[in-house]
């Protein structure tokens, strides 16, 4: 294991010079000459610190973008999802009064009175979320037992149909699949059936895996321990300098005290979380603070390029685990923001045509709601009520056999 000392060295000079940014994490990376060109181990460091860089560079640009879109979007969908609401609430209640009062009623045949019906039913799902009074009032009268026996015969037709779908893409028959009646329970035994032979799989695979590392050398198991302790005691090493040149309690300048102890913050934070490149550049900052003006700018990649190969490779490891945290992270605010927004958000995306998917979605709403306002307008005439039924029908049997 090499010593600690062939970390990036801190000259021992005042910090004198005024404040200045952190440098960008391209300092970082080790430079080539003529002389000395890049080892395997100095162009792997070179790799993950730009991988750090890349996705750390995603993952702002879409939070600053997320920052200046976001909240108005949401709101825009939230007063158009208020505004069908209303509208919907409505319609439920205008429908309700047509087929409960008698003179109304009279107006309609049987068929258009099952077509209302039928709307009024299919409105209910997206109404009865709300603890509004009336839509539970309505939820329940409209649970008659005819009508829930109905419903349950569409619904053990529909889980049959989805049962052989299921088979279909598993590749095997469903366990036990007589006692599921509904889709959703079809859906559920399905997914837990699949999940069940994905488990099985996975833990086969692990035996297969387990077994060959157990047959690997075992220089290679204490290989990987030492490169460990060596990332470890590098990090170590780093924080310690950093610790030894920011020690605020060895600043007789209020000012420099104060700058020192605000870094020193950043150091503790840094190091909490084994973040390597916050702990280097921190230390390339300090070291250009201390170098004269005209060295300004080299101290990193000098520094740098002073490393063992070892102890590089040490490094690399605290950069891999960046790496998959940023990673995750990424992938985390990518989910985030899609759920939020309703449109695929993927970083790397152009940002304008990200801004007009938003766009896109708010029309679409509004033009949703649009139409539920020109169909209440509508349906007040009887006879253009007896055609939007009629059209509300085929509409019907178009998504039923859509769905078959």
């Known amino acids: 294991m090499p010593p600690p000392d062939t970390a990036l060295p801190m000259p021992e000079l005042p910090l004198t010079a005024p404040a200045q940014s952190a440098p960008p994490l391209s300092a970082l990376t080790v430079q080539p000459t003529a002389q000395a060109p890049l080892t395997p181990a100095q162009q792997r460091f070179n790799a993950l610190v730009a991988r750090i860089e890349r996705l750390s560079g995603q993952i702002q640009a879409l939070q600053a973008w997320s920052d200046r879109h976001r909240y108005a979007h949401i709101q825009a969908l939230r007063a158009s999802a208020q505004a069908a609401w209303v509208l919907q609430k409505n319609l439920l209640l205008f429908l309700h009064e047509r087929l409960h009062n008698p003179v109304h009623a009279a107006e309609l ?11 009024l039913r299919s409105l209910l799902p997206l109404l009865s979320a709300s603890a509004d009074p009336q839509v539970q009032a309505l939820a329940e009268l409209y649970a008659q037992p005819e009508d829930a026996q109905e419903q349950a015969q569409e619904q053990a037709q529909a889980a049959l149909r989805l049962r052989a779908q299921i088979e279909a893409a598993m590749g095997q028959p469903l366990d036990n699949p007589s006692q599921y009646q509904t889709p959703e329970e079809m859906l559920a035994a399905g997914m837990r059936q699949w999940q069940r032979h994905q488990h099985a799989a996975d833990e086969r695979k692990a035996a297969k895996r387990a077994a060959r ?8 198991h204490q290989q ?31 000012a420099e005290r104060l700058r020192k102890t605000a870094l020193m913050s950043e150091v503790n934070a840094a190091y909490e979380k084994n973040d390597l490149t916050t702990l280097l550049r ?26 063992a190969d070892d102890k590089l490779q040490a490094m690399a490891l605290l950069l891999q685990e960046q790496v998959a945290a940023l990673e995750d992270d990424l992938a985390q605010l990518q989910a985030q923001l899609t759920r939020e927004l309703c449109v ?29 306002e020109a169909d209440w307008r509508r349906i ?3 006879e253009e009520f007896k055609r939007w039924l009629k059209e509300q029908a085929a509409l019907a049997k178009e998504v039923a056999r859509s769905g078959d």
């Open 224 to 254: 990987a321990q030492l490169q460990q302790a060596d990332a470890k005691s590098a990090l170590r090493t780093v924080y310690r300098q950093l610790a030894s040149a920011l020690h605020p309690d060895r600043e007789p300048d209020d």
């Open 213 to 220: 590392k157990a047959q690997k050398k075992p220089a290679a």
């Open 282 to 307: 921190l230390q390339v900052q300090v070291t250009q603070l201390s170098w004269a003006a005209g060295a300004q700018g080299a101290a990193g990649a000098v520094g740098m390029a002073r490393l």
């Open 380 to 382: 007040q005439r009887l």
């Open 109 to 119: 045949t049987a068929q258009q009175q099952r077509s209302a019906r039928n709307k």
């Open 344 to 372: 695929p958000v993927q970083a790397g995306s152009d940002e304008e045509a990200l801004t007009r998917s938003l766009q896109a979605i708010q029309a679409e709403q509004g033009h949703a709601v649009d139409r539920l």
